[in-house]
């Protein structure tokens, strides 16, 4: 398996990754037929994709039998670290404060979602 291109997966390996995540493991198949459920695609689309993300190392791929069967090479929290750590030096000057100001004051908290901020926010205060 080499590696063709950066780890960082596109808008569209997110889509397919997001149903593997969901799934742990899916047939191009079955990719395809939730990603219709969403957008049109056609199916050699979504197996040229998923075939460029084996190269990539984001999904692995059991070609034992007939059906190939992929599963997620990459975890969801890594991912999403990622990328948030690339916007925060992108569009927040590296400023993570600055990304948790602008997320809270454009969006309505739940009180949960307050509640595990407010716990967060304690934790590293303890840590410090």
Request: aromatic share 4%; hydrophobic share 35%.
């Amino acid at each position: 398996m080499t590696l063709i291109k950066s780890q960082k997966p596109t808008e569209s390996e997110l889509e397919i990754l997001q149903i593997l995540w969901n799934e742990q493991a899916a047939t191009v198949r079955t990719v395809h037929e939730e990603l219709s459920k969403t957008k049109d695609s056609g199916y050699t689309t979504t197996l040229k994709l998923m075939q460029i993300m084996f190269e990539k190392g984001l999904v692995t791929r059991d070609d034992s039998n007939k059906t190939h069967i992929y599963q997620p090479a990459v975890s969801r929290e890594k991912t999403q670290k990622q990328f948030l750590n690339k916007m925060i030096d992108t569009l927040f000057a590296g400023s993570s404060a600055n990304l948790v100001l602008q997320a809270l004051g454009g969006h309505n908290a739940s009180e949960e979602e307050l509640e595990k901020i407010q716990e967060l926010i304690s934790q590293l205060k303890k840590e410090k």
